[in-house]
């Protein structure tokens, strides 16, 4: 199936977001057995949650007897259905996932958009050799063999390669929406988090949506902060400086247990459990990060 997706692989270069691969791994990985956190208002300002009626086949596709049962047992933390239901995405529409790690969006927004939906996802030819380069070659080789194993769902779907250098995502104007998981901590931390921006701007139609999610701190972070976390006002000036306009912030995936104050960072919790095996009670019962949920759209 790899190489019934290469045809499927758009033409453009893109610059990678790139972490350390141990912290990727962690970030893109579930871990089933999590206590719930029960979502509440933070430190960080946000208006009103406020979404679209949720599309009926974004539910069938959350149902889907394809997604990993891992994967399923995070939708308590990740919240799904609200996040792309207030980013408004739509059937019929063309959406960007910028860096799908191991691909717990990809399992709902592939088998639901088809043709609409693009995994834009590091060239591995762009990272230089060593670590950095089989990382990104584990990465999109783990993708396309997520795509291949379930072709019934997945054979639609198209794989952008981009260079984290020259970060170009698609022909200009062409994209209703950009979403991001948790990876504005990792470009910041290798300086690309300007240029990954102005990527977004470019390839977005006027009006279009970027969706972001990202840890939060408590306040603005170095940008060469080990912890994973990010201050809402950094991303939010991050946006504001590549075009975009602040159109509304949520807490749809607030998590006020989150004392962000954790011995390996953002990592220490689930899905990651970098932790002595002795706290993971006291992990467990604190669950995934605190995380802010921003939607920017092109003026």
């Known amino acids: 199936m790899a190489a019934r997706l290469s045809p499927l692989l758009l033409p453009i270069l893109l610059a990678a977001c790139t972490t350390s691969p141990a912290a990727d791994t962690q970030d893109a990985h579930a871990d089933a057995a999590h206590a719930h956190a029960e979502p509440a208002a933070t430190p960080a300002k946000a208006a009103g949650m406020s979404m679209r009626a949720p599309d009926p086949l974004l539910d069938q596709a959350l149902g889907g007897a394809w997604r990993s049962p891992g994967n399923v047992a995070r939708d308590q933390y990740r919240h799904p259905r609200e996040t792309l239901s207030f980013f408004g995405i739509e ?6 996932e910028v860096t799908p790690g191991g691909g717990w ?4 927004l592939a088998p639901w958009l088809r043709t609409g939906y693009v995994a834009a996802v590091v060239d591995p030819q762009a990272r230089p050799e060593g670590r950095a380069r089989d990382y990104a070659t584990r990465s999109k080789d783990g993708l396309e063999a997520l795509f291949a194993a379930k072709p019934a769902q997945f054979s639609d779907a198209r794989v952008a390669l981009y260079d984290p250098k020259a970060p170009v995502f698609g022909p200009a104007a062409s994209a209703d929406a950009v979403l991001t998981f948790r990876n504005v901590h990792n470009w910041r931390s290798d300086g690309i988090a300007e240029g990954m921006f102005k990527g977004f701007f470019d390839v977005l139609k006027p009006g279009g949506v970027l969706g972001v999610v990202e840890h939060r701190a408590a306040a603005d972070v170095p940008a060469d902060d080990k912890t994973g976390y990010v201050g809402q006002d950094q991303v939010i000036a991050l946006a504001t400086a590549a075009g975009f306009r ?3 912030a949520s807490e749809i995936n607030a998590n006020p247990r989150d004392t962000r104050n954790h011995p390996n960072g953002v990592w220490t919790l689930p899905p990651g459990n970098n932790h002595d095996a002795e706290d993971r009670q006291m992990y467990q019962a604190i669950g995934e990060s605190d995380r ?3 939607r920017f759209i092109k003026p």
């Open 105 to 108: 969006y990809a399992e709902i």
């Open 246 to 248: 602040l159109d509304e």
């Open 292 to 294: 802010m949920t921003l």
């Open 91 to 96: 059937t019929g529409q063309t959406v960007v």
